[in-house]
């Protein structure tokens, strides 16, 4: 089992930036592809971007293209997701996730959920 608690929601302006972060613990968590996903009000959950177990490579779908940067510290166990220039539109419960895969693409499909943070960009 891993277990994943994201911080660092909130509520900010539109333009500003936000830093969430995802604490892992359990298993192994060097051996783990790590993502982010959000869900906006009446919207399915998607997937935002992803980062390879050691950091070396990097995904963004369109939704994370540009203003997000995935990042990984594996000595604390914790995944990034630096977001700038924020827009309304990027409101949503955002969610980290593990799996257990040397291929990127698949973390759009991971073995293990945090909770979600909220993040609310206001006008």
């Known amino acids: 089992q891993v277990q994943l608690v994201e911080s660092g929601g909130g509520l900010v302006q539109a333009g500003g930036s936000l830093r969430l972060s995802c604490a892992a613990s359990?298993?192994?968590?060097?051996?783990?592809?790590m993502g982010w996903f959000r869900q906006a009000p009446g919207k399915e959950r998607e997937f935002v971007a992803a980062?390879?177990?050691?950091?070396?490579?990097?995904y963004y779908t369109d939704s994370g293209k540009g203003r997000f940067t995935i990042s990984r510290d594996n000595a604390r166990n914790t995944v990034y997701l630096q977001m700038n220039s924020l827009k309304p539109e990027d409101t949503a419960v955002y969610y980290c996730a593990a799996k257990l895969t040397p291929q990127l693409m698949a973390v759009s499909r991971p073995d293990y959920w945090g909770q979600g943070t909220q993040v609310t960009v206001s006008t």
């Open positions: 980062i390879r177990w050691n950091g070396g490579s990097t």
């Open positions: 359990g298993r192994t968590f060097n051996n783990y592809a």
